[in-house]
Every structure is written in C-alpha cells, then in structure tokens.
C-alpha cells in the first residue's frame, strides 16, 4: 500500500496562495491520488484528483510530477472558511487490479490568519 | 439527495454491551468502507466491501465485524466495545469498479461513541 506524508500544519494569511506537499514514494501503476478536506466533527469531503501533470478544477490545482512519487495540492487565495484538515490519498479502486484498501494519512492542518 | 447516513449519530455504551452503528447509503455504490479517527492519528480504515457479501479488513479490523447483506447498507458491530473503541466513526461509499476510475468517497455525518 501507498503510505503518505504530508506536513502536519501550516499556517497562512487570508488570500494568500497555499500549497500542500504529499510525498508518496512507493505509489503504484494505478493508484490515483485524491485530496480531501475536513472540517471539525464533519465527514471528509472530495477536493480533487489527479493521476499526472496538472489537473484544475473551481477550488483547487494538483499538480504531480513525472516520478508521481508526490503532489502538491494548490489553494489560491484562501479564505478563512479553508480553515480544515487536508487528507492525501493514493489507491486505487476502481481498475480491477488495485488492493480496494485505502489509507488515509495523519493530514495537514491548515490554519488561515485574518 | 445522494447521501450517506449513519445512525446513531451520538451514542455512549459500557464495556462489554454488543452495539450496532447502521450505514446507508443511496447511490447504489458498491464499495463501502468504515472508518475511525482520533485525535492524532487521523482517519484509518476498519474494514471496507466490494459489494454483496464480500468484505475485507483495513488497517484496524480488531474488535469489529460487519456484513454486507444489501447494496446500500454496511452496518459496523462492536460485539464487546472496550474503552479504547471510543472514537468518531464514519462509513464513505464509492463507485468503485462500475462506476469507473475514481476513488471518490461521499462519507457520512459520522457517529461519536463513547464506551465507559
């Protein structure tokens, strides 16, 4: 399984651009990456996903690198509502070929200052 | 609505009292999954089902059970909740393989247990 690391907080100003590494160096063939975010006593909830290069959509970018072995999730212009936990995820559930088990890691903290 | 629900959504119990936590969900996903978080450790897998019948073990099966009689439901069974069970749970369900490439999971309100 794709174990992830990602720093455990950050902190950033209101409408400051914020990224978020996620290392995930023994990420397989199929394995997709997702990002979640959370927010206190509330259920993740999907942010984006990508499998390489550059994937945008209304609230955030993901960008992964040839190696795929990490992505940075990008906020632009964050607001205090950003204030979450934000997950990394790397499996695969949907080919056929990936374990189905997905493992979430400890999150990255992210706190916007006014 | 597309939803996941969970009942109950609060719920304290003492050792050793069997208890249920129901999950369903209402967009005929076949992959369905249980989850745990506490403070620190972030979310990890307790079990998770392909579909009908067909369970597996995530990263902290011990102590659970759960089953897969129907598609839209996967309730989570503590048989003999220990304090160390006290935890926020949640289920997520997903498409899976009919639905295509994705891992997108819609998770549920989540329920807050508290074994005394």
């Known amino acids: 399984l794709a174990k992830t690391t990602q720093p455990i907080s950050m902190d950033s100003y209101e409408g400051q651009e914020v990224n978020i590494t996620c290392s995930h160096n023994?990420?397989?063939?199929?394995?997709?990456i997702t990002w979640y975010q959370q927010f206190p006593s509330q259920g993740p909830r999907f942010i984006i996903q990508?499998?390489?290069t550059k994937v945008t959509n209304e609230v955030a970018s993901l960008f992964i690198p040839a190696d795929r072995k990490s992505s940075t999730l990008s906020l632009p212009r964050v607001s205090l509502s950003d204030t979450a936990v934000y997950y990394c995820l790397v499996g695969d559930i949907g080919s056929g070929a990936g374990s189905y088990q997905l493992t979430f890691g400890k999150g990255t903290k992210l706190s916007v200052i006014p | 609505e597309a939803q996941v629900t969970q009942n109950p959504r609060y719920l304290i119990t003492v050792t050793g009292k069997k208890l249920t936590v129901t999950c369903s969900q209402n967009m005929n996903h076949e992959y369905m999954s249980w989850y745990r978080q506490d403070p620190g450790l972030g979310l990890r897998q307790i079990y998770y089902?392909?579909?009908?019948?067909?369970?597996d073990k995530g990263d902290v099966p011990e102590g659970y059970k759960v089953s897969r009689k129907e598609k839209r439901n996967f309730p989570l069974i503590l048989e003999s909740p220990s304090p160390n069970q006290t935890s926020l749970y949640f289920c997520?369900?997903?498409?899976?393989?009919?639905?295509?490439?994705?891992?997108?999971?819609?998770f549920g309100p989540g329920t807050r247990l508290l074994v005394l």
């Open positions: 023994n990420i397989a063939t199929n394995d997709y």
């Open positions: 997520a369900s997903s498409p899976g393989l009919a639905g295509g490439r994705t891992e997108t999971q819609y």
């Open positions: 089902s392909m579909n009908v019948e067909v369970t």
């Open positions: 990508g499998y390489k």
